[in-house]
């Protein structure tokens, strides 16, 4: 199993949340409370440290590409155009600002019988 960010965000979240709320417990000083401080404050402290110390961890790579880097695809897009020479044709295939169907001639819809 790889190791990839929203994993690791998927740790930190709830170590932080529940670290902060162990260590805001130990700072409380009254009553039967004040007895727990020190396993509060440790367990306050190893929960925001695991979680800290998972964004550490490297990102494994998987042979090929990767989530950050775009994949380069030389093949034609949606409408099977080309493009422009030494650029990239974009998501709709070079076909950007045509109008295409009879919409464009002014008979969109369904015509009534």
């Known amino acids: 199993m790889s190791i990839n960010r929203t994993a690791k965000g998927i740790v930190l979240v709830p170590s932080l949340l529940l670290g902060g709320a162990f260590l805001a417990a130990g700072t409380w000083m009254e009553g039967a409370a004040a007895a727990n401080r020190p396993l509060a404050f440790t367990l306050g402290g190893v929960l925001v440290a695991a979680g800290l110390f ?32 030494g650029g990239s044709a974009g998501k709709d295939g070079g076909n950007a600002g045509k109008l295409v169907g009879t919409a464009a001639k002014g008979g969109g819809g369904a015509q009534p019988s």
């Open 54 to 85: 998972t964004q550490l961890l490297p990102e494994s790579q998987n042979e090929g590409s990767t989530l950050d880097e775009p994949e380069q695809d030389t093949a034609a897009g949606p409408g099977g155009g080309t493009g422009t020479p």
